[in-house]
């Protein structure tokens, strides 16, 4: 069965820090794969999405993420953290075009 | 402006009294799914639509119904709502055979006493 998988429930980094966010897929083809943000209070707000091609896809707010076949992987990354970042991610994969799979999401906390 | 628009956005009701979340949308999407967000759960599919009057049971459908009479809309209908249904609620759309992701609405907590 299709799964994702986010090891990590909560991260705290410093502001300007560099930020990596953990999401493995279970998945026998090459899915659809999905990042979103969730501010508090707020819906869930597409950041990026990797459907084929270039592996290293860029999304808004200066996020980025790498598909990586070998290992089932697709981290969210940001060079530069900003308070503003704080919020909850979730990873999604998508077997096919009309239904999504959510991990369970990381919370990320930013100190200044 | 695309939206998805639920109501309400708060909801606090006592048990067993049947309730009614509504979801809109305007960018004549096919597809349209419900969600509960739970802590430590993730998002689950309750149900979804591929099209009018066209739906199907997702992962926790129970003490759940939907209808799809009109392609904008797709209300979730809790006809005996208990406690375990205190839980944050998303409606999201999509245009189906786009792998665009979905674009959800802004949620309905409800709390069910």
């Known amino acids: 069965a299709q799964s994702v998988t986010q090891p990590d429930i909560h991260i705290t980094v410093s502001e300007g820090a560099s930020l990596e966010l953990r999401c493995n897929y279970s998945y026998g083809a090459t899915p659809y794969l999905f990042w979103y943000v969730q501010s508090p209070g707020q819906g869930l707000q597409l950041l990026l999405k990797?459907?084929?091609?270039?592996?290293l896809v860029q999304g808004i707010k200066g996020f980025e993420a790498e598909f990586k076949r070998s290992q089932s992987s697709f981290n969210l990354r940001k060079p530069s953290v900003h308070w503003s970042d704080a919020a909850e991610y979730f990873c999604a994969v998508g077997p096919d075009t009309d239904k999504l799979i959510f991990g369970t999401g990381t919370r990320l906390q930013v100190f200044p | 402006e695309a939206q998805v628009t639920q109501n309400p956005r708060y909801l606090i009701t006592v048990t067993g009294k049947k309730l009614t979340v509504t979801c809109s949308q305007n960018m004549n999407h096919e597809y349209m799914s419900w969600y509960r967000q739970d802590p430590g759960l993730g998002l689950r599919q309750i149900y979804y639509s591929m099209n009018v009057e066209v739906t199907d049971k997702g992962d926790v459908p129970e003490g759940y119904k939907v209808s799809r009479k009109e392609k904008r809309n797709f209300p979730l209908i809790l006809e005996s709502p208990s406690p375990n249904q205190t839980s944050l609620y998303f409606c999201?759309?999509?245009?189906?055979?786009?792998?665009?992701?979905?674009?959800f609405g802004s949620g309905t907590r409800l709390t069910v006493v």
């Open positions: 999201a759309t999509m245009r189906s055979g786009v792998p665009y992701g979905y674009t």
């Open positions: 990797y459907f084929s091609g270039d592996t």
